[in-house]
Each structure stands twice: as structure tokens, then as C-alpha cells.
């Protein structure tokens, strides 16, 4: 079971600011959501788009505490968050968290160096059952970060809730994943996942999965964005942190 660290508690008592760096895992109505639960536990949160390179070096230069999470970042070798900045913010004593997406890949990587992760894609990651980075990997929209794109990860969810509701074989969750798998992250709309599914499944597999992917509905298994407004809630003392 997870729980916060002492440094975590620390910053809670202070009143230290929440930095949050967010982008596509969570939507507008949730961050409206997270300010006012902020407001209600004193807490000033900062949001800021998808972590990139220096982004957290920017932080070392605070003279106030600041308590950090990474929900979203940029990828790539000359765009990405580097352990060396993760390094740096925990060498000045600001508590360093991360869940969702690049959060959790760099909390499982940092794990050592005092950095802690939570939700379901950073145990998956820390586990070894997900081991690729293209999981979390989607298409947005720049403008107001709304997904375009399905990420791998949420399928892997999806399919899990199915089978254990005991609505979909073991094999048809295979060939379901298999036939996202084959469609690049860019191109994995959910219109185009429903026909692929509906093209290549068996009609009652079709059935159960073509749903969800219904604009009103994906929200609801959204392993991301479920994984970032846990973790912001935990990092504003409103609930459990599961980390390692």
C-alpha cells in the first residue's frame, strides 16, 4: 500500500505550492475541479503544460518550497525531461511525483533517486508488464490538449475491466490489443479502432468494446487521466497516494 513520504507530508503542512505539469490526461472539468479542491485545502496549484527539457531546472531557481507532479511531457531524445533534472529538483528538497504518462515512465526510472510514482500505468511500468513508451504515446489537440488519439495504455485497461467482468474471452482480449497494436499511435482513433474491432473480431467481442469508444464514454476508462486526478487529489492530502 502507498503512502506519502515524509518530505510529500512536509509540503502538505506547509501550505507549499502544487506544481502540476498536465496536458492530455486530464480535461478541462477536472482541472476546474482540482482548483477548487486546492482553494478548499489552502493549497495554491500551479498548472503547466507537458513537461519538456529544462522545464524542471526552472524549478531549482524557486526560493519557495514547491511540491512537484508530472502528469504529461513532451517525448523525444532533445524534448524530454531528463533524469539529470529530476535529479536536480530532489537535490533541493522539493518533493518530485509522477503518474499517467511521462510521469509515471520517469518516476519508474527514478525510483532510486527519491522520486515516487502511483496509479495503474507507473505499476504496470515498475512491474515489467508494460515495457515500451509508445504505450502512453497519443495524438492531442495543441490548442486545448483534448486526446485525438487512444493511447495503448487505456486499451491494455479497458480490457483488462472486460475480461474480469467476465464479458470478453481471454482470447478475444488478445486479438483485440493485437489489432491496436497494429495501428500507430497517431493513426488510433477511436473511429478507426471501432471498425478495426468490428472488422477483425468476432461480432459479440464487437459488441462489447465498439461502445466504449464513444466520445461520452471513454472518459470513464481512461486509465490516464483516472491515474492524474488520483495522484493530484493524494498530492492535495484528498486521498490515498498508491506508490511504491
Not at 482553494?39 to 514547491?66: F, Y
Not at 528538497?93 to 525510483?111: D, F, I, K, N, W
Amino acid at each position: 500500500m502507498t503512502t506519502t513520504t515524509a518530505v510529500e507530508d512536509a509540503a502538505v503542512a506547509a501550505g507549499a505550492d502544487l506544481v502540476v505539469f498536465t496536458g492530455p490526461s486530464l480535461r478541462e472539468h477536472d482541472l476546474a475541479d482540482l482548483r477548487e479542491l486546492a482553494a478548499r485545502r489552502g493549497r495554491r496549484l500551479q498548472l503547466r503544460p507537458p513537461v519538456r527539457r529544462l522545464d524542471l531546472l526552472e524549478l531549482t531557481k524557486s526560493s519557495t518550497v514547491q511540491e512537484v507532479l508530472m502528469l504529461d511531457g513532451e517525448f523525444g531524445q532533445r524534448l524530454a525531461v531528463s533524469i539529470t533534472e529530476v535529479r536536480a529538483v530532489l537535490a533541493t528538497g522539493q518533493p518530485l511525483a509522477g503518474a499517467s504518462s511521462m510521469g509515471a515512465l520517469r518516476a519508474v526510472e527514478c525510483h532510486t533517486l527519491g522520486m515516487t510514482g502511483s496509479g495503474w500505468v507507473y505499476e504496470q511500468y515498475r512491474c515489467g508488464a508494460i515495457d515500451s513508451d509508445g504505450d502512453v504515446a497519443l495524438l492531442y489537440d495543441p490548442e486545448d490538449f483534448t486526446p485525438v488519439t487512444v493511447p495503448l495504455v487505456n486499451v491494455r485497461w479497458l480490457l483488462a475491466r472486460k475480461q474480469a467482468a467476465g464479458l470478453l474471452p481471454a482470447g478475444a482480449a488478445q486479438d483485440a490489443l493485437r489489432v491496436a497494436k497494429e495501428l500507430h499511435f497517431r493513426d488510433r482513433r477511436p473511429s478507426l479502432l471501432r471498425r478495426r474491432w468490428q472488422q477483425q473480431l468476432p461480432a459479440s467481442a464487437a459488441e462489447v468494446l465498439g461502445p466504449e469508444l464513444a466520445g461520452e464514454r471513454r472518459d470513464g476508462w481512461d486509465r490516464k487521466r483516472l491515474d492524474g486526478l488520483q495522484a493530484v487529489r493524494a498530492a492535495l492530502g484528498a486521498g490515498d497516494l498508491v506508490a511504491a
